[in-house]
């Protein structure tokens, strides 16, 4: 079945520092990807997808890139913020069904 | 209401008690999904229900029940707790095209320990 193999934390930043959160995929077909991120006591919120090769999804200044060569869909954030600090979850999504990487918790410091 | 709204927010339950999770979405999506949180394990998929009248088991679905009567709502039932099904468990929604990748949609979650 499809699988998300996502960086393991825990992930602790200064503000203002470059993060970057790797995930790669297997699937069958061309699955969607998505990542959420869940904020201490929260549900999960979708923070960005992509739903083919080459597709850029941004969104509050993160940025992940659908790689098919590399099966890979790495989360990005060029200036961190101390409200970035929360859980984050890579996701594919194949014919109604999410699979999830295990989640890695950033933090960061002022 | 607007989006996907679950109760109980948390229960703490007696082993072999019957407990039924709620779950409903004012958003006419087709597609609603239970899933279970656990440390390190991300989230895994319990049921799923496609449309209205129908459900499919997930990765995990042993020990749980669904039921899909409306489009809105898809109870989740613990028909005798057991230590190992406390969780933290979100329903999720999607649908907005019809498609089946659409985006999917959670709700706040509830935290269930079973002792």
């Known amino acids: 079945g499809d699988s998300v193999t996502q960086m393991e934390g825990p992930v602790t930043l200064s503000e203002e520092a470059c993060l970057t959160i790797n995930c790669t995929y297997t699937a069958t077909g061309y699955p969607s990807l998505f990542w959420y991120v869940q904020y201490p006591g929260e549900g999960l919120q979708l923070l960005l997808k992509?739903?083919?090769?080459?597709d850029k999804g941004s969104n509050k200044g993160f940025e992940a890139t659908y790689r098919k060569e590399t099966t890979s869909f790495h989360l990005e954030k060029g200036s961190v913020q101390v409200s970035d600090s929360a859980v984050y979850f890579c996701a594919s999504l194949n014919d109604y069904k999410l699979s999830f990487g295990a989640g890695t918790t950033v933090t960061v410091r002022a | 209401i607007a989006g996907i709204t679950q109760a109980p927010t948390s229960q703490i339950l007696a082993a072999g008690r019957r407990m039924t999770l709620r779950c409903t979405q004012d958003?006419?999506?087709?597609?609603m999904y239970w899933y279970r949180q656990d440390l390190g394990l991300g989230l895994r998929l319990i049921h799923y229900s496609n449309t209205a009248g129908t459900t499919g088991k997930g990765e995990v679905p042993d020990g749980y029940s669904v039921s899909r009567a409306n489009t809105d709502d898809f109870p989740l039932t613990l028909a005798s707790a057991v230590p190992s099904q406390t969780s933290v468990y979100f329903c999720?929604?999607?649908?907005?095209?019809?498609?089946?990748?659409?985006?999917?949609?959670f709700g706040p979650g509830t935290r269930l320990t079973v002792l």
């Open positions: 958003m006419r999506h087709n597609a």
């Open positions: 999720a929604s999607s649908g907005d095209s019809g498609a089946s990748t659409d985006t999917q949609y």
């Open positions: 992509a739903t083919k090769a080459d």
